[in-house]
């Protein structure tokens, strides 16, 4: 269809030249859900599952999250829902998990750091709901791991997938193992991603992780804010190699940060091969505004001229060339 006949509040959006991406928004409260449809999300690219787990005094049981995540795949029966397991530590604690107390917690157990070591049975409990939602939702379903930082962290999650299976499947329990991805939030993860990708259906850029790690500058941290930008180059040629890293090893991949919100910088991340973008819902309109006026050669080319560009002030203005 014609861009002019294409509403962005209900339908899925390609760039002038009909190359699709899929628009989607991040979720972090339950309520969020509707309002999300509402924007015209394609579907939910980050799923942030510690809302369930806060506010409480104990963790959800697993017919609760299994009843959380086929109520978000019931939201997209046309669409993709992926639910991020459980990430905690760091920015996100989380009072009766008993995390450990410290000195750099950015720098500690969190993420699927604490799912394979010291939360291993909540770690399995999401896994069981997950795959059971995997069979019963209307949607399609996708899982994907935090902050992992090492091919064996990624292998041992999906043992831990695989293990999982097997129990449903002696137990006559209905399930399906979804898509399954790795977010790209560290340097290391960047670096390994051609290993990760081989492994996976598809990776996820967490530009808020990945920027913070590569830049050496906390998240949040006003003192250190022009080295918190994703359009720095560094964390630009990090992004542009994970794409490379996918694609060469057939898998997808998407950006979950806050950089895909951006729709200055949608031109660029099309031009650098992204088939999903993921963000808060009310930035979704003008980013598929923004994919529907981008055009893949001209795109690309822009790409090309951030990735030589030595400042972050140069990548910022090559899309006016
Ligand atoms: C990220 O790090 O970019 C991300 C999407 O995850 P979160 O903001 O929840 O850490
Ligand atoms: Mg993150």
Not at 21 to 50: C, F, K, M, S, W
Not at 175 to 193: D, K, Q, R, Y
Not at 204 to 209: I, L, Q, R
């Amino acid at each position: 269809a014609a861009a002019s006949e294409v509403d962005v509040r209900t339908d899925p959006v390609s760039t002038a030249d009909g190359r699709s991406i899929e628009v989607a928004a991040n979720v972090g409260q339950p309520a969020e859900l509707d309002g999300v449809r509402a924007q015209g999300a394609d579907g939910i690219g980050l799923y942030r599952t510690e809302f369930l787990f806060l506010d409480r005094q104990s963790p959800p049981d697993e017919d609760e999250q299994y009843e959380a995540y086929t109520t978000a795949l019931d939201t997209f029966p046309d669409g993709r829902v992926i639910v991020r397991t459980l990430d905690i530590g760091g920015d996100k604690p989380i009072p009766y998990l008993d995390l450990p107390d410290e000195e750099n917690p950015f720098l500690g157990e969190r993420g699927i750091r604490r799912s394979l070591d010291s939360d291993t049975e909540l770690f399995e409990t999401q896994l069981r709901a997950l795959l059971r939602a995997a069979a019963d939702g209307d949607g399609d379903l996708a899982v994907m791991f935090p902050l992992v930082a090492t091919v064996d962290e990624l292998d041992a999650a999906l043992e831990t997938v695989d293990a999982v299976a097997t129990q449903l499947d002696a137990e006559n329990v209905a399930h399906a193992v979804p898509e399954l991805g790795v977010m790209i939030e560290t340097p290391s993860a960047v670096f390994a991603a051609p290993e990760l990708a081989e492994r996976v259906d598809f990776l996820s850029v967490g530009t808020n992780d990945l920027t913070q790690y590569t830049m050496a500058a906390a998240r949040g941290n006003e003192n250190v804010e022009a080295l918190r930008d994703p359009t720095q180059p560094a964390v630009l040629r990090a992004i542009a190699r994970t794409v490379e890293a996918a694609h060469e090893n057939d898998a997808w991949v998407g950006m979950c940060g806050e950089m895909a919100g951006d729709p200055e910088l949608t031109e660029l991340l099309v031009g650098l091969g992204f088939d999903e973008l993921s963000m808060s819902a009310v930035t979704v309109p003008d980013v598929k505004a923004a994919v529907q006026s981008s055009h893949t050669d001209e795109a690309s080319a822009h790409a090309t001229r951030a990735l030589d560009a030595a400042t972050r002030e140069q990548v910022r203005t090559q899309r006016n060339e």
